[in-house]
């Protein structure tokens, strides 16, 4: 009876206490998880330079090969990095997923990647039972709805740190046209130019541009880096930008004056995309606030009065009405993103 009422006995935000200790056993797992997929880099790295200091130390041999002989942190991290890039090499989304990465800068391996994901579905569907807390159907909404968030926030997530990384390169890149112009006109050559670029140019500018130069150098032609990096970043003008390099490269002319005449069009492009913006800023706002009040409202509504909310999965009107509110919403969120969207 005592045993019973140790597991009932509510803690915070009235959860039972046994259910706190189990989410924090998972969330500590997920952090061990995490910490783990860290290791791999450095430890490669680590073991390389004890392997380059061995070979000048007499009697470490055997040493060395008793601590590869016992089990590590390492292992098991390579092991389930390992087992992601299997269950990536076999998906047709893997590149787009490799370019995203590169894109955000983002120092993981499409396996490290999947392992992230998986963490993310885990800590997804903890969340989602705690928050729907209640009987058998609750918790299997509150799972389906943290398998949903676990595979759709990781993404999102990626989206938008590579369009955020790519949309400062598309802003700094008349800057770097004009460093650019100002190098040739100082008597340096191209290849110069883009080295100056590379040094004192902001990031992302300085770290694209070094890598275009680091693939010149390794026998690339300048024009085929140029359009990499123009396809890394997904920079239309970036493109632009190479293809009038290519064109002066074959007919001649200033390229000075071209790469001024190139930064002073984006300029231009970019003033009129944020006049564009501004105008169109009431009816984003007015979109991100009409997508945003029905899931604040759920989400209140959830917290304060639960058993109102649970007709909605309990009952089969219910269900209907929120495949519905969900249909709606998905061709509201479309509509709205397509009027406020201006391509210019």
Known sequence: MEVSAQATAKGPLGIAWMLWFALLAIFVGVGAVILVLGTPAAGARRQRRLESIER???????IRAEQRSTPTLTSISDTLVNLGDKVMDKRASTPRTQQLLERADLPLRPGEWAVLRVVSVVV??????????????????????????GLVMPSLFLKLAAKRRAGKFENQLPDVLTLIASSLSTGFSLLQALDAVARDASEPSAKEFSRALAETRIGADIEDSLDHLADRMDSTNMRWTGMAISIQRQVGGNLAETMRN????????????????????????SAYILIALPIGIFLFMLVANKPYVELLWTNAIGIGMLGGALISMAIGVFWMRKVVDVEV
């Open 56 to 62: 000048y130390i007499p009697g470490t041999t055997s």
């Open 124 to 149: 997804g569907v903890a969340g989602g039972m705690v928050l729907m807390r209640g009987g058998s159907t609750s918790m299997l909404v509150g799972a389906v709805l943290g398998v949903v968030l």
């Open 262 to 285: 190139t930064a002073a069009t984006l300029r231009d492009r970019e003033a009129l995309k944020r006049h564009v913006k501004g105008l169109s800023a009431e009816g984003r706002l």
